[in-house]
């Protein structure tokens, strides 16, 4: 092979390998490039480590319940995931219906436009996110409401994303993140005239606990809306299969425990409020959610190939490799969970704070 070819052969080698990694990007939607993956707050040499003690947290169950071990729980989680979820997913860390005619993004966007209407938001209301992540619902509410919005993540890598994401979408001026524990947040009572939280609280070890919270900061009247994780009324535990793919998407995302869609109201009203509306937006004649994940299996596996190439060259931390491989399974399991029925990720119940005079009455 003469010099020109060997040259030729060459370019065209970096070409694709600059394609494959900067330009292609994520599986889904292009964000965060594959060369800039981290692990969040923790320092590149430690993520393998710190790896290792997230795993260490399903080897001791019963600190997993304790409320005071949680929340480190659940920001070693994020601290791991949060690049690999912006790269592959997007800024918006949940599932959405499909829709027929909309692309992925777009089903997201009315997704959480939804949430939002259902509280009836007014432009300068003062709205709470409860577990925003890096802001992608936040800002898709702000922008489509004109409320002020207020998200509270426990992780202080995500915070900062979050804020960069608001200030590049012009959002700054609507949208405000908070580090903070949402089962004991840092606002004052009766704060927010809304509140929202969208596949978040199932981090918390009780709901009673962090509806309590959010009950807390709400004023008198105001609206709260959820699409909680649960088990549907097709989990049977007796069956080895369900609790298999329960247990596989309990370990793959941070979780303390799947509860019930049977548990969701009766802690809502254990706290005091009003169950306004309840029901399972997964179900028909919604379309399948994790539709989106069955598609991105080829995707999957090329970026396992990128992030093993990654690893190997020191550009990425080692460990990003097995936090991959760990949301490579789980990707599994929750689609498993949907194609059974026994899992959802969009139990919706709406309620409302009611006024003292409601409370003395009742």
């Known amino acids: 092979m003469d010099s020109l070819s060997l040259l030729c052969t060459g370019a065209l080698i970096a070409g694709g390998l600059y394609w494959f990694v900067c330009v292609l990007g994520p599986a889904e939607q292009k964000g965060k490039r594959a060369t800039d993956l981290s692990g969040g707050s923790i ?18 169950p019963k600190e997993i319940e304790t409320a005071d071990k949680v929340p480190d729980f659940v920001d070693t989680f994020y601290n791991l995931v949060t690049d690999i979820y912006e790269w592959g997913w997007g800024q918006s860390f949940h599932f959405s219906p499909s829709i027929p005619g909309k692309s992925h993004g777009e089903a997201t966007r009315l997704h959480e436009e939804m949430a939002v209407d259902l509280i009836e938001a007014r432009a300068g209301d003062r709205i709470l996110d ?18 002020n919005v207020v998200g509270i993540t426990i992780n202080e890598y995500q915070v900062k994303r979050a804020r960069l994401h608001n200030k590049k979408a012009g959002l700054d001026s609507l949208c405000e993140v908070v580090c903070g524990n949402f089962l004991q947040m840092p606002f004052p009572d009766s704060t927010f005239d809304g509140a929202y939280s969208i596949e978040a609280t ?14 807390r900061v709400l004023k008198p009247g105001a609206l709260y809306v959820s699409y909680e994780w649960v088990t549907t009324d097709k989990f049977r535990a007796e069956d080895p299969e369900h609790v298999e793919v329960i247990q596989g998407i309990e370990r793959g995302d941070a979780l303390p425990g799947l509860r019930s869609y049977a548990d969701i109201a009766a802690a809502a009203r254990k706290v005091g409020f009003v169950v306004v509306k309840e029901r399972d937006l997964a179900k028909p004649p919604a379309q399948p959610w994790w539709s989106r994940l069955k598609m991105g299996r080829i995707a999957y596996w090329r970026n396992h190939i990128v992030v093993t190439v990654l690893a190997a060259l020191g550009i990425a931390p080692k460990g990003t490799v097995d936090v991959h491989d760990m949301l490579f399974k789980t990707a599994d399991y929750l689609t498993r969970g949907g194609d059974s029925g026994i899992f959802s990720p969009m139990h919706m119940i709406l309620c409302r704070k009611p006024h003292p005079k409601e409370e003395a009455q009742a």
């Open 43 to 60: 320092s590149a040499e430690k993520v393998r480590e710190n790896y290792k003690d997230y795993w260490s947290f399903f080897r001791r």
């Open 130 to 147: 409860v577990g925003c992540g890096v802001g992608g619902p936040m800002r898709a509410i702000a922008a489509h409401s004109r409320a």
């Open 202 to 215: 199932c981090h918390a070890p009780k709901l009673e606990e962090v509806y309590a919270e959010i009950f």
